[in-house]
Structures are given as C-alpha cells and as structure tokens.
C-alpha cells in the first residue's frame, strides 16, 4: 500500500541563476496543466490514506487557490497526516495562507536561499531578505506553524561570516525545520553557461557546514538527514519517507515514484505531459541487489544511518561481511558502526558522495 505522495508544479515568474529544476515561465498553460494533473491522479491513485503529501515546484505559491483546493480533494488522509506546500515569499499573503490551512494544508516549506539583499539579487531571486522575515511571520500567523526554509551555502561572493548571518537570523524566526544545501551547479541552468566569480572553494563550504551544524545544534535545531535540522521533532515525514526507502506516488510533469517494485518518472516535456498524462516516460523493476543498494545509500544520508540486523533479515543478507572492506576503509574516520547502527560521521557527510558511491 502507497501512503505518500509528491506533486509537482513546474511554474515560475522566472528561473533563477542556480536552478535546473523542471519549471516553465509559460504561466497560461496552468489550467491545461492542471486538468492533465487531476486526469493522472484520478487514473492512478488507489484510494489509500496518504500520510503525508508534498506539492514541489517550481512555484506551487503561483497556481489560483480554487485549483489547490480541487487537487486536495482528490486525495485521502490518515488521521495524523503531513501535507507541504511549497512556497516563494513574494507570494505570502495572509489570505493565501488562511486558504491553505483550510485546504488542510499543514506545513509550509519555502525558499529562502539567503538573507542577503546582494546575495538575493545575484543569484535572481525575486525577494528580499525582509520580505522573507515578513512572510514567515505572516504565515505563522495565519494558522500553519510547522514552517520549513531553505538556505544554500557556497554561493557566489559569499563569506563565511556571510553565511554564518543567515543561520543567526533563521534560528531566531518561528521556524522549525532548516534545510542546508551546498551551491551546486548543474547543467542548464544560468550559472552553467555563465560561470560565477568568486565562487567559495570546498574548504570555505566545508567550514560553513560545519559552523552552521553546530549553532543550529545550539539552538534546538536536531541534526537528522546530512542536509536537515529540525526543532521539537518536527522532522519532514515526506522526506524521511524517501530516506526511508518506501513507496510513494509521484504526479504531475517530470515526477518520480516508487510504486509495487517500480520507480517510474514522467516526461519532462510539460506540452507532453498535457497532451498524454497517463503514460510514464520510464518505469523499471528493481532487482533485490537494487534494492538493498538504496537500502543502504539513502538509509547513510541520515544521522542514526542504518540498522544492520534490519538489512540482514529484509535481504538475507550478512552484511558486515558483504560490505567489510568498505566499512574499515573508511572507519571509524567517516564511517561509525555503533551497536546495530551503521553511520556515517560529520566527516563522513562532508564526503558522503564518495562512500555511498562505494556501496553501489
């Protein structure tokens, strides 16, 4: 049984410098994109009760809340159920809110990136640093509580002392929930085809993690998954779903899922989505060594790691002796076996591409 679910809206007013995601500026092709989105659901979702549900974009903020509030009708919930929705402070409005926490809407994710007017600017993001201040407290206040941001590290000019504001600003908004994110520049997006200067070097970032880690630390800020902080608990369950290595639904152009042994996605090509929502552009089985490959990757992305009478039994499997040249490679320097958890130390995530990349 699938029990959560990713939606994605792929609009935006503009693309920013940094951003390869799948979004489109095509704004009047929404209500067409949304009637495709509504027709996959219908054809695909079976009716269980989702624990938790997560509309991504793009700018999910953008989309009129009448079509919000029909695609959340067409799902069920469980009694304790997380439902996120992405938005972009320039967006947040008081009614807005209202209207999503009557939706059902329970958690508010957005992009914050910096509190540095400069910063913003450069990398074009639409917002201010006050106007992001505003918002968090505008939805505070407007009845959802449980309120995420981001925040990217390694952007371009950007100083330690820099990076290490934005944290001392974040820890003291209602916020409960603090995703870092190093600055990496992929292909098709702005900054690929016109390379920044003054770009921090991995030492810089490294030094900002690790000086980010430990005032969030300090101030209630629980270090959960290499890249996410949350305060009083209030982990993402989405995305501990995902770390987890459990199913989930995935909707809309260029969605991923994990449905009955299958990941699947989307075509990229929202023209193509439109016309034809109903058929995957790729699906494929996943074998066991498949599976006990994510099993182990993703479960090493999150600080309590993995738990290796639990891989034994699922896979049957011994896997201490699978995978002993790996573990003392990089023990007890990167990698820590403590009782029946395997993990990966502060060290250990500042090169975690490289160890996970051995377990596959």
């Known amino acids: 049984m699938v029990s959560n679910c990713y939606v994605h809206i792929p609009f935006c007013k503009s693309k920013c410098n940094y951003c390869s995601f799948i979004s489109f500026p095509c704004l009047d092709k929404i209500p067409a994109y949304m009637f495709s989105l509504y027709q996959e659901i219908s054809q695909n979702y079976r009716n269980e009760k989702l624990n938790t549900l997560y509309i991504g974009g793009g700018t999910p903020s953008l989309i009129p809340v009448s079509y919000i509030e029909k695609l959340l009708k067409k799902f069920h919930f469980s009694d304790n159920y997380e439902c996120t929705m992405e938005v972009n402070p320039d967006d947040v409005n008081s009614n807005l809110i209202s209207c999503y926490s009557d939706f059902g809407i329970n958690r508010i994710s957005m992009g914050v990136q910096s509190f540095n007017d400069s910063i913003l600017s450069f990398i074009a993001r639409r917002h201010s640093a006050q106007i992001a201040i505003s918002s968090i407290d505008i939805i505070k206040n407007s009845g959802i509580d449980n309120i995420s941001i981001d925040l990217i590290y390694g952007l371009p000019s950007q ?13 003291n908004l209602p916020v409960t929930h603090i995703s870092l994110y190093g600055l990496k520049i992929e292909d098709n997006c702005y900054f690929s085809l016109h390379p920044p200067k003054n770009l921090p070097d991995d030492d810089l970032q490294a030094d900002m993690y690790l000086a980010a880690c430990e005032i969030l630390k300090t101030n209630g800020f629980l270090q959960y998954e290499i890249s996410n902080f949350a305060k009083n608990n209030n982990y993402s369950m989405h995305n501990l779903n995902y770390w987890n290595n459990s199913t989930y639904y995935g909707y809309g152009v ?44 993703l479960g090493l992305r999150k600080t309590q790691g993995v738990f290796i009478s639990k891989i034994n039994k699922k896979f049957n499997i011994n896997f201490l002796d699978k995978h002993f040249n790996i573990i003392r490679k990089y023990s007890p320097e990167f990698l820590v076996l403590d009782g ?14 490289i160890i996970l990349a051995e377990f596959i």
């Open 159 to 171: 100083s330690l002392s820099d990076f290490l504001a934005d944290i001392n600003i974040a820890v």
């Open 340 to 353: 029946d958890n395997l993990k990966l130390t502060t060290k250990g995530f500042m090169v975690s591409n």
């Open 254 to 297: 260029a969605a991923h899922g994990y449905v009955d042994g299958y990941r699947y996605y989307n075509s990229n090509s929202i023209d193509e989505y439109i016309e034809n929502p109903s058929v995957s552009e790729y699906a494929h089985f996943l074998t066991d060594e498949e599976k006990l490959q994510e099993e182990i990757f």
